[in-house]
């Protein structure tokens, strides 16, 4: 090789190198599309919302958050599997993703081989409830009220996930509780303040206001610790450790989005979770903010879909029609 090629051929591998970090240093340039595959007003739009308006302020430029509701999400997230892998369209989504990748497979994509995982953002931890008029204030009590009395308590849910913890506290306690399908929360929440619905395991946000004026009750919360807005209230793992009721919420980008591009949002999501006002907020919804490598999220997802599969052979989780 002469001196002229070899300039030339080291030319073009720096040129190589430095490409993604150019790239990396120019996103984004103009707005970006946060995909949430629900409608409005639901905990994780409120998320993708306040994480979208303190990385606006960051970038200088917009993240516009859409919702594509549908199909429990699947339509949402296949259309941002189906755009450019350009950084410029991520999905902002939910623990539905890998629920309905085992119980209501989507035909157009797959969980984990159409998506690159970007970042967690957080955690939403439930309260399991039970309507006034259902005579247990504790765990072990309505776990012995189902027992004795059965056919007499049914739950609602609009979702499989909404059906997921339920589910699990169903297997590991031994107990029936019918379920109610539902198309969307509004009437759902109607049922159980009227007692139409005796249970509910659900994230506490929506709830939260109803707890509080006692129109519903708070038998445990999932984490360990508990949770600072019902101060008080048991972990369900003092009754049941094998229940996992926590739901993340997380962002992901199309597959082949380059590396340098996911690295860059993975950091400016992380610096978002870690402002005050954005812990505040997260605060108010009930949602811990946590974040993570994209491998990190990338175990979550199959960790995910193992528990699924699981509770799918043993016939605990089914898909809601």
Known sequence: MNTRTLRLALGA??????APAALAQAYPSKPVH?????????????????????????WKQQLVIENRAGAGGNIGTEYV??????????AITTQALTINQVLMPPSGFHAMKDLAPVSLLGWSDFVLLVHPSVPARSVD???????????KLNYGAS???????????????GISIERVPYKELTSLTTDLLAGRLQ??????????????????????????????????IKSIKEWLPQVEAATWYAVLAPLKTPRPVIDALNADFKWALEQPDVKDRFAKLAVRPEHSTPEGLREVLQRDIERIEDLARRGVMKAVN
Do not use: C, W
Not at 35 to 45: C, K, L, M, N, Y
Not at 84 to 89: E, K, L, Q, V
Not at 203 to 223: E, F, Q
């Open 13 to 18: 591998a720096t040129l190589a190198l430095a």
């Open 141 to 151: 009590q309505l776990i012995a009220f189902a027992k004795a009395n059965p056919g």
């Open 159 to 173: 979702s499989l996930q909404g059906a997921y913890a339920m589910e699990q506290l169903k297997s590991a306690a």
């Open 199 to 232: 249970a509910y395991f659900t994230p506490i946000a929506p709830v939260l206001a109803h707890l509080h004026s006692g129109k519903l009750v708070p038998l445990a919360v999932s984490p360990k610790e508990g949770v600072a807005v019902l101060p008080g």
């Open 34 to 58: 946060g995909i949430v595959p629900f409608g409005t007003g639901g905990v994780t739009d409120s998320v993708a919302r306040v994480v979208a308006a303190k990385l606006s302020e960051k």
């Open 81 to 90: 599997t189906k755009v450019t892998p350009d950084g410029y369209t991520v």
